[in-house]
C-alpha cells in the first residue's frame, strides 16, 4: 500500500487552464505539505496543513488555492496555468513535524 | 538565500568504496537534519536523520555527522553499491509558529555508484 499517494503522476494542460492534483495518506499523520520542485531543482515548501488547518502559507501566488476535506487528503488547485508553473509538486505527511514522507511526484506541464 | 548547500552536484565513487555526502547550512536555528534519496520520477524517500544535540547517527551502511560549529554535516555509506545510484538531498528542520515544522533542502548531489 502507497503511505503517501497524488494523482495524477504526470498532467500536461495549456495555460490558462485550471487543475487540480489530489493527495492522500494512509499514515494517520496529522500534519500534510504541498512542495515543488521547481527547474533548478531546489525542492520548497508551499503549504503545511496541520489537522485541516494552514498553518504555513510560504507566498504562493493566489492562484493555488490547497483544500483539505480531512486529515487524511490535502489536494492543491491551481488556477489560470502560466507556464512557470511547470514543475513537479509533491505531497508529503508528518506526525507532529517529525519525519515527512513524501509522495511519488505529479509533473505538470504547462504549454 | 540558500540556507541549505549542497556544493557538489554529483559524485561518482567505485562499488565498494565509501561515498561521502556533504552539506552545509547557515541557520543555527535548525533543530534537526535529514539525508533524502531520490530515484528518477519517484519521491524523496527519508534515508537517516540527525538531531542538533548529537554528532553521530548509524544505521547499517549510513552514518551522518554534524559538526555544529562549522555549521556542516556529511553523510558517509559505506560500502558503497550500485543501487545507491540517486540524488541524495539534505534537508534541515527549522519551526515556523509554535510547533510548525518545516524542512529546507538542498539543490542534491547525485551520487554514481560504478560497478
Known amino acids: 500500500d502507497t503511505a503517501v499517494s497524488q494523482t495524477p503522476k504526470y498532467l500536461v494542460t495549456q495555460m490558462g487552464n485550471d487543475k487540480s492534483i489530489k493527495c492522500e495518506q494512509n499514515?494517520?499523520?496529522?500534519?500534510m505539505y504541498w512542495y515543488k520542485q521547481d527547474s533548478k531543482k531546489f525542492l520548497k515548501i508551499m503549504f503545511s496543513y496541520n489537522n485541516k488547518e494552514l498553518i504555513i502559507n510560504e507566498t504562493v501566488p493566489n492562484r493555488f488555492s490547497p483544500k483539505s476535506p480531512d486529515k487524511a487528503h490535502l489536494n492543491l488547485h491551481i488556477n489560470s496555468l502560466e507556464l512557470g508553473d511547470s514543475a513537479v509538486y509533491f505531497c508529503a505527511s508528518s506526525q507532529s513535524g517529525a519525519t515527512i514522507y513524501f509522495g511519488e511526484g505529479s509533473w505538470l506541464t504547462v504549454v | 538565500d540558500q540556507q541549505v548547500k549542497q556544493n557538489s552536484p554529483s559524485l561518482s565513487v567505485q562499488e565498494g568504496r565509501i561515498s561521502i555526502l556533504n552539506c552545509d547550512y547557515t541557520?543555527?536555528?535548525?533543530?534537526?537534519f535529514l539525508w533524502y534519496k531520490k530515484y528518477p520520477a519517484e519521491g524523496p524517500t527519508f534515508l537517516i536523520s540527525?538531531?542538533?544535540?548529537?554528532d553521530k547517527n548509524e544505521d547499517g551502511r549510513f552514518t551522518v555527522f554534524l559538526n555544529k560549529s562549522a555549521k556542516h554535516l556529511s553523510l558517509h555509506i559505506v560500502p558503497s553499491q550500485p543501487g545507491d545510484s540517486a540524488v541524495y538531498f539534505c534537508?534541515?528542520?527549522?519551526?515556523?509558529?509554535?510547533?510548525?515544522?518545516?524542512?529546507?533542502f538542498g539543490k542534491g548531489t547525485l551520487l554514481t555508484v560504478n560497478p
Open positions: 534537508a534541515a528542520r527549522s519551526v515556523s509558529g509554535g510547533s510548525n515544522y518545516k524542512l529546507t
Open positions: 540527525i538531531s542538533s544535540i548529537k
Open positions: 541557520n543555527s536555528m535548525f533543530d534537526y
Open positions: 499514515l494517520g499523520h496529522d500534519t
